[in-house]
């Protein structure tokens, strides 16, 4: 008996104690679980279904020919997901391929701190989430890095593209900057924002 009324009256020193701290975290809008998690779920939808597209435009027509495929097929997937998760995504870079990739002002800052820790201690691509504006007109935002591979990257995105790759890509990016990474730096992100006051969509 003694015990259960410690514990109760521990509980409610808890409550009056948390309970501010519960009210400061909701004024200050703090990224929620849940939205960094359908973020993920999200990204992660994106990518296996572009790197299936990549896999079989390369199997099909080779490096040259899965250029064009990228071109179209990558914004398509985005425009996709997007659409079934209600996670508008798009990718980012600091030296872009698409122009449409680029960034500036405080996007482009956060995506350099993120390149300076591309993975995090885990070897898992580094993710930051953040909230902007207040009320109807909060997003949740995060972004994820991508990371560069040897394989099949380097072939399009790598320090010695082939020179019909090269001109495959300067026909349809004339200011391609995307080539010259090296497996393990940061090659881009997802960038993914939900709009909190939109319904959820399942
Ligand atoms: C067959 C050539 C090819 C291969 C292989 C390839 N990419 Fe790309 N990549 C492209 C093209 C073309 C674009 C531009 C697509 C667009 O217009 O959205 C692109 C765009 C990107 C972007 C978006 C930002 C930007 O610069 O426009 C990222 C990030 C990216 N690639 C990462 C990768 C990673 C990581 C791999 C390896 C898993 C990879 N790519 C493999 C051709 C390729």
Redesign the pocket.
Known sequence: MMRVHSAMRSLAVLAIFTSPLVLSACATQEPAAADIERSTVAADLFQSRL?TA?KS??QNGG??????????V??AI?AEVSAETGVELR???L???????NTQGELRQRLTSLGEAPVDAAGKPSMINWVEGKGTDATHNSMRA????D???????GTAVAAD?RAA?AE??PD???TGYRAGEM????LAKIILSRPRMH
């Open positions: 790197q990549l435009a390369l490096p040259t020919a899965a250029v064009n495929v990228c071109a179209e990558a914004p985005a990718r980012i870079s030296r872009p391929r698409n122009p449409g990739a991508i990371i560069m591979k394989e099949p990257c380097a072939m399009c995105h790759v890509i349809l990016y391609d900057a995307a090659r881009g992100a997802i």
